[in-house]
């Protein structure tokens, strides 16, 4: 079946301009998962959604950052006023559930947007 | 979560089995070993993981010891397309579903 897909695959923005960031889940996963990877990084956890709840918002490195997610399904991570520390992919994953250890955890990771702020 | 340790990079000859350990000393009871690997310029994807018991799948074996402090993925028999960096990550039971990434370790598996 289709996986998690994002779009755009590449952006580029100048500094201050506003981004939008979309991914699209699989079909069925109650949870989804934003993550950013810098240039020469380690990958970064930023926010995630689970159902109802509210979103674990924990990760998000400033206010200039938000996420939603419409219907339990597609989301949106919108940068504000980017600069150029805000260069990276962006990773966005999704999985059945949030329960360690089941195979309903299991992480499916999209291809990435990659992000250049010049 | 528990902090894991695994080695920078590895090399690894092409057919021959891949063995990347990792050391989590302080893992806790509940605490379960996951391995991601990502390839150049991909999303990471899930390989393997366990609680205590050895596990098996089509893609690797992952080794745990009996006090589980440690543990090893093992690739039986690598290919190029194994070439990636590979994470061994520690996960709280209850601490919702966020994964905390290492550095990994580089695998080169060469010709």
């Known amino acids: 079946g289709a996986g998690v897909s994002q779009s755009p695959s590449n952006k580029v923005t100048e500094k201050g301009k506003d981004v939008e960031l979309r991914c699209d889940p699989i079909?069925?996963?109650?949870?989804l998962y934003w993550y950013r990877q810098s240039l020469g990084q380690g990958l970064e956890f930023l926010i995630y959604?689970?159902?109802?709840?509210?979103?674990?918002k924990s990760g998000l490195p400033s206010d200039r950052f938000s996420a939603e997610r419409t219907g339990g399904s597609v989301s949106t991570l919108t940068i504000q006023r980017t600069q150029q520390e805000d260069s990276a992919v962006y990773l966005c994953?999704?999985?059945?559930?949030?329960?360690?250890?089941?195979?309903?955890?299991?992480?499916?990771f999209g291809p990435g947007t990659r992000l250049t702020v010049l | 979560d528990a902090k894991t340790t695994q080695p920078p990079s590895m090399d690894c000859a092409e057919g021959r089995a891949a063995n990347l350990p990792c050391n989590h000393s302080?893992?806790?009871?509940?605490?379960?070993v996951y391995w991601y690997r990502q390839i150049h310029s991909q999303g990471p994807q899930y390989i393997i993981h366990?609680?205590?018991n050895n596990e098996t799948n089509e893609m690797a074996s992952l080794i745990i010891t009996e006090d589980r402090k440690s543990s090893t993925l093992i690739l039986p028999h690598a290919t190029l397309r194994d070439t990636a960096v590979y994470y061994c990550?520690?996960?709280?039971?209850?601490?919702?579903?966020?994964?905390?990434f290492g550095q990994g370790t580089e695998l080169s598996v060469k010709p």
């Open positions: 366990g609680l205590k």
């Open positions: 959604f689970q159902g109802n709840s509210a979103p674990d």
């Open positions: 302080t893992i806790s009871g509940n605490e379960y």
């Open positions: 990550i520690v996960r709280v039971y209850n601490q919702g579903g966020k994964l905390i």
């Open positions: 079909s069925g996963h109650t949870a």
């Open positions: 994953a999704s999985s059945l559930a949030v329960i360690a250890g089941g195979r309903s955890d299991t992480q499916y």
